[in-house]
């Protein structure tokens, strides 16, 4: 039972090179997003996806695309690194969006350093 | 301002006692507030989701509590083991349009010693 996986685990990049970071859920879940963890703040939300073909922005979407071509995948692309961009993903995956108490599973992270 | 805060920001502990971590918030409206930990270079893994009508849950040795009044939470660890050492992290969820929005605090580091 994988869960979320996230790839790569670790990533440098140079400034204005592009990447996507990967994720996968095994649970048939709609629900998944993409947030960023940085020192001395909590984690946030850059983009969200409530099932395959819809996405939408989170509190940070700058420089990051998303698509959902399935329920099972939800990649995040950097189109031009940047410094700022340097930090910890996270991806996370629940089975609904819209229900309280549905559980959120949280993948290993990617930690990104861009020089 | 986090709309999220939590005390303390670090704490070591010898194996084998008890403590306990504070989250204040000022996010509104609430749905529910859950506690996770995070083990170094890992994802947050739940440990309790409480909406405003529960004021106590509990998860083996975890036991968070929720004043919807006073708009607190404590998440309580009874008899530390070393394997607690991680952050703590408190998150306050809301129920928007685009779904679920969680806020999340910054965390409690915490250490537990021999």
């Known amino acids: 039972n994988a869960g979320v996986t996230q790839t790569p685990k670790f990533q440098v990049l140079k400034t204005g090179q592009s990447m996507t970071l990967q994720c996968a859920q095994d649970?048939?879940?709609?629900?998944m997003s993409w947030y960023r963890q940085d020192p001395g703040m909590g984690l946030r939300l850059i983009h969200y996806?409530?099932?395959?073909?819809?996405?939408d922005q989170g509190e940070v979407p700058n420089g990051y695309n998303v698509s959902r071509s399935t329920t099972e995948d939800f990649p995040l692309r950097l189109l031009s690194a940047a410094p700022s961009q340097t930090s910890v993903y996270f991806c996370?995956?629940?089975?609904?969006?819209?229900?309280?108490?549905?559980?959120?599973?949280f993948g290993q992270g990617t930690r990104l350093t861009v020089v | 301002k986090n709309q999220v805060e939590q005390s303390p920001q670090s704490l070591i502990i010898l194996e084998g006692k008890n403590c306990t971590l504070q989250?204040?918030?000022?996010?509104?409206?609430?749905?529910?507030l859950r506690w996770y930990k995070q083990d170094t270079g890992r994802g947050p893994v739940s440990l309790t989701i409480?909406?405003?009508?529960?004021n106590t849950k509990s998860n083996g040795r975890y036991t968070a509590t929720l004043d919807a009044d006073t708009k607190q939470s404590s998440l309580h660890i009874t008899a530390s083991q070393l394997s607690d050492s991680a952050s703590y992290i408190c998150?306050?969820?809301?129920?928007?349009?685009?779904?679920?929005?969680?806020?999340f605090g910054t965390g409690t580091q915490l250490k537990v010693e021999l």
């Open positions: 996370a995956s629940s089975y609904s969006g819209q229900s309280l108490n549905t559980e959120a599973f």
């Open positions: 989250c204040n918030y000022t996010v509104s409206p609430f749905s529910n």
């Open positions: 409480m909406t405003f009508s529960e």
């Open positions: 998150v306050v969820t809301i129920l928007t349009g685009g779904g679920n929005k969680l806020t």
């Open positions: 649970m048939n879940h709609e629900y």
């Open positions: 996806s409530v099932g395959a073909g819809i996405t």
